[in-house]
């Protein structure tokens, strides 16, 4: 299970339920204190316009400067007091400041940081030397600077805040403090009105948060950091990655200074002095956090008491906050994306003047913003996602709408809108570098953005809407998103498949969760940390393991957080950074498991070592199987988690036996090593039996470890271990060093055996080459083209061996008919046969072709063929076609003619080629562009077709062309006649015939008739008809109508004032005012009383949302206390005690006036005396004063005075008692002992204290 620590903030100090015991030291004044505590507690910052949006859940309206006292007391060691924090105070806070207060207000109060120990002192200029005094937490200096200042301490387990209260404007609107850095302090840095204290490493340690002052209307005016007598770094580029710049020297003078023309006094000014584990901005929601390429986080803008373009940065490694140049505008509900070279855009969000277009990027580098392009269009509460391709996409928010962000040109393009808007949607980029959109205020549907394609593709539909949810990426490519409103707060979770596209139902949360952050885990599982839970804000956290699809509990966070940002960080952690109600505090959660655990890897350990499956306090030899170390029971360790000796009764072989000569070792128990290595003795049989012809006894070496052989012994080479088989093989002996005999041998292949060969084709014998059986003695004859028997002639043959016999086979010759005696050589030669006889009568005879064959073939038309005579071998003489007779066939072309014999024999036998005279016509014209051809008495084909020149006139016979050519004998159309109309209605064309005419446009063609009071005029019968009165009503409240017939509609403004109504149902008195309808009351959503907060909805319309039961309120009755809201309505306290322990009064409560003491009957008997006037009188020892004048007191023993009447003189006093106080002609209740006021307290800080208190309770009645 992970764990959650807020080592990088300091959690808040629970509510205080009325007033605390307080604690006196010998300098306090409690009374007086606590009327300096209450009369801060009164101040409120007013209800920002753009505050924390938490759709169903308690919204901010109004903030208390003063938080809750946080001391139980304080100690004094060394002449100062150092503060005693409540547990709760300081529960995980790993970065704690150690705050020591002086004893007078003239002196130093001290900072330290207790991680590094650097320190500051300082004390305010020009202070009185006033006592310190402790109430309900806090520590108080009255009268500090004059009688018109108060000074209070609000110690934190991070540092302090000092409260300087101003009864009236001071002369200065300034203080100044004067301070001494510590020997640790290596620089100073003022970037953005925060003034940091930092290390020789350039770290940040201490801080001086930008400083503001409230006043008595409630609102907050930032107040100016300045330092004197010090140098200064001003650079807003990460003091981490430079060198400090000395401040030369240790003696500075910080200056608070603000515009004093814009305050209403009474004001409370608050400083606070820190160290930078926590933000120094509140952000309550909206605010961004981005993780840089270098591990740090950048997180910028937000909401808190007020919207703010205020950036800082958290450095991971130190644990500490950075403060980064301020936006250059303000921001909340907007997108930060990480871009090239490891910037950031941000873009949109809202601000005080509404959503904005504008987009910035912050340049890590320097630390310096820079505007960018503006989008086409406002987006706030939208999703934005870094695309494969180096651009972003911003998508939804109230529109569709979608644009993309190029930043390698500053530029923004439109990309295609949703489908829907989506407000609070969440945006995925896929694995594949698609976007997933899920969600949006009422939408459970989902869409897909290609950045290839650049299309939105509608995909599945989860099971519900979603909106304020938590998505992220799985390992495997799902989408798991969880939680959200629907619009109730749900517990419900679904995965989306992109391969399939469609939802699956995830096990569901313990609890319903909204505003949560859900982050995806290196190890594979998403963390949901806190969120809302429509009742509660919460602390907790789960886990969900995609392979079960279940969720489970984790360690809850020292604090609740909604609406907050959450980033993985590079070291697996998670940081959750601000939200509602903690907006200045970062908790880490770190699901590394602890020692014991069991693991996977070394990565899922806190401790860094995953042995033997689980986490172990060290590397415990890597889990190798070679020692005797282990770290799980199941492995043989005492404990799960810690490293030790494998016990003895586990039997682990530590070291495995090496051969049959050496044995294995087992862990004894005792020791973390393997016992020695050890062996058998020295002659010790070993190895399998004899295994071979030459295989002898084995026996053991003697030696350990890799010497702890086994001895294979063998047979001497004397050894005869295989016998021969034949007179082809040969026996073999061992060799003495082998265990098996050497390989079979025989005789080679080739070597004579059987004895000499017996006939003509028997062949000597030989040995095969083979071995063991296959060594044979092979019986060979002569191959069968061994000639055993040579031929007598050309008709007889000579005999070869068979291959197989040893005997020459039987004398034979060529059979009757076999050619013989060589080629032919003559025309009319025959080829010579064989007689088809044996021995000397195997003959061959002389032949010749016979008359019938032709020996000399025709060459021609005009040559004739030669036949042999059948008797002579030569072919007769040659002989040709008389001249003049016809050959070569008909004519073939047009200039071809008859083709006639030469008369001539042999080669000169041809056929001579005629053709036509060059007076023959042989194609005719084709037209007026053509030419006719002749033969030219030599070819006997026509000459190519000829034309007239191209270009020359001629007609195509059609009127709607002009300037006809001829182009290669064909006429060509010209160029058509320009036929042109100047009348929508007359369309202009041409005829073949007639040529150029005008003919009517189709009815219902478009046209004009000079009148703009008309619009949609058509032709008709080639005669343009007006259409139908232009509407020139634009549904505008605020502007006067009409049509002018020369320009069109004409728009002029209403006067301006005049009642309208601009369709938000959160806005009144809209009135005219330049044609626009505007309200001139921006937000009239009240409260709808003390115990329900008015908020405007996305769809315009006021609702009403509850505040938490408990929260304090006024039922109009003064004789109930502790008022508090349930269910919206403000519910009756305790009634009010209005016992005055006075005998003499009748003690009774009006709801109109409070408790009401009305004096019994005087002369009423009560102890020790008689009534008189309302007061218990001891009898004869004085008078009650009465009408103007004050009564007189009694003798020595001191009766009390009477009250006197308006602008009477006081009662005269006994010797001891005193009388009753001096009249004051402005006091209603004149004279006497009714008020005492220490004198101590001038008259004058009491009243503005009870102004302020008064103030607060109108604020609050107004606002109910």
Known sequence: ??????????????????????????????????????????????????GVDIHGAPGVEAHPVLGDGTIDGVDEVGGRLRPRLKPEASAGVERPARVELPIRGNEAFQVADETSGLMLRASLYGSAAAD????????????????????????????????????????????????????????????????????????????????????????????????????????????????????GARQCTVHVSWDGDAVTYPAVLDPSWTTTGSMSTTRYSGHAATLLPNGRVLVSGGAGPIVTNTAEIYDPATGTWSTAAGMLYLRNRHSSNLIANGR????????????????????????????????????????????????????GGATAGAELFDPATGTWSAAPNMSVGRVNARAVVLQDGR????????????????????????????????????????????????????????????????????????????????????????????LMAGGYDGMNFLATAEVFDPVSGTWSSTNSMAVPHVIHAAVRLANDRVLVVG?????????????????????????????????????????????????????????????????????????????PDAGACDVAEICNGASTNCPADAAEPAGTACGDPSSGACDGPDTCSGGVGATATCNA???????????????????????????????DAAEPAGTACGGAPSGACDAQDTCSGGVGATATCNANVEPSTTVCRSDSGACDVAETCNGSSTTCPADAAEPAGTACGGAPNGACDAQDTCSGM?????????????????????????????????????????????????????????????????????????????VQPSTTVCRADAGQCDVAENCDGTATTCPSDGFVPNGSACSDGDACTENDTCQAGTCGSGAPPACTSNDPCLVATCDSVQGCVLVPAADGTACGDGNACTLDDTCEAGVCIAGPAADCDDGEECTDDTCDPETGCVYDDVVTGTSCDDGNGCTEGDVCDAGACVPTIGDACDDGGQCQVGACTVDLACAYVPLEDGTACEDDDLCTVEDACTAGECAPGTPLDCDDLEACTNDSCDPARGCVHEAVEDGTPCDGGTCDAGACVPEGEGGAGGGN???????????????????????????????????????????????????????????????????????????A
């Open 435 to 526: 976007v997933l959109a899920t969600g949006g205020v009422s939408q459970s549907s989902a869409e897909i953005y290609d950045p290839v394609a650049n299309t939105w593709t509608p995909t599945g539909s989860a099971s519900v809407p979603r909106h304020f949810h938590g998505a992220t990426l799985l390992l495997d490519g799902r989408v798991l998103v969880a939680g959200g409103y629907t619009p109730g707060t749900t517990s419900s979770a679904e995965v989306y498949d992109p391969a399939s596209g469609f939802w699956s139902p995830a096990g569901n949360m313990s609890i319903p969760r909204a505003y949560g952050t859900l982050t995806l885990l290196s190890n594979g599982t998403a």
């Open 344 to 395: 950031v855009l941000v873009a949109g969000g809202g601000g005080v003047s509404g959503t904005t277009t504008s987009a910035e990027i912050y340049d890590p580098a320097s630390g310096v913003w820079t505007l960018t392009g503006s989008m086409a269009e406002g987006h706030e509460a939208h999703m934005s996602a870094s695309l494969g391709n180096g651009q972003v996409l911003v998508a």
């Open 132 to 247: 310190a005094e402790i109430a309900d937490g806090y520590v108080v200096y009255r009268g500090v600077l004059g009688d018109q200042t108060d000074v209070l301490h609000r110690v934190t387990a991070t540092g302090t805040e000092d409260y300087l209260t101003f009864e009236t404007e001071p002369a200065d609107a300034s203080v100044s403090y004067s301070i001494e850095l510590g020997d640790t302090v290596a620089g100073l840095r003022l970037v953005s009105n925060s003034l940091e204290l930092l290390d020789e490493k350039g770290v940040p340690r201490l801080r001086v948060a930008p400083p503001y002052l409230v006043d008595v209307d409630g609102y907050r005016y930032d107040a100016t950091l300045d330092v004197d007598g010090c140098r200064v770094d001003t650079s807003p580029a990460s003091p981490l990655d430079r060198t400090p710049i000395d401040p």
């Open 838 to 914: 044996v021995g000397a009568t195997a003959t061959c005879n002389a032949n010749v072709q016979p008359a019938t064959t032709v020996c000399r073939a025709d060459v021609g038309d005009c040559d004739t063929a030669e036949n042999c005579d059948g008797t002579a071998t030569t072919c007769p003489a040659d002989a040709a076609e008389p001249a003049g007779i016809s050959c070569g066939g008909a004519p073939n072309g047009a200039c071809d003619a008859q083709d006639t014999c030469r008369g001539m024999v042999g080669a000169s036998a041809q056929c001579n080629a005629n």
């Open 1189 to 1263: 004048e004050g009564g007189a007191g009694g003798a020595s023993e001191g009766g009390a005075g009477g009250n006197g009447g308006g602008g009477g003189s006081g009662g005269s006093g006994g010797e001891v008692a005193a009388g009753g106080n001096a009249g004051d002609d402005a006091s209603p209740e004149g004279d006497g002992c009714s008020c005492n006021v220490p004198a101590s307290q001038s008259p004058s800080r009491g009243a503005w204290i009870a102004a302020l208190l008064a103030a607060a309770f109108l604020r609050r009645k107004r606002a």
């Open 713 to 743: 012994n063998v047979l001497p080479a004397t050894a005869v271990c295989r016998p021969d088989s034949g007179e082809c093989d040969v026996a073999e002996n061992c060799d003495g060093m082998s265990t098996t005999c050497p390989a």
């Open 1 to 50: 299970m992970g764990a959650m620590t807020s080592g990088c903030a300091d959690a808040p100090a629970p509510a205080e339920s009325g007033a605390q015991i307080r604690e006196q030291s010998i300098l306090s004044r409690p009374s007086s204190a606590v009327g300096v505590v209450d009369a801060i507690r009164s101040f409120e910052i007013a209800a920002p316009d753009e």
């Open 579 to 655: 939200g509602y109600n903690n907006g200045r505090s970062c908790e880490m959660y770190d699901f590394a498991e602890p020692q014991g655990a069991a693991c996977v890897n070394d990565a899922s350990c806190s401790t860094g070592s995953c042995v033997d499956g689980v986490c172990c306090n060290t590397a415990c030899g890597g889990g190798a199987t070679n020692d005797c170390q282990a770290c799980s029971v199941a492995a043989g360790a005492a404990i799960n988690g810690t490293c030790g000796p494998v016990s003895a009764a586990a039997a682990v072989v530590c070291r």
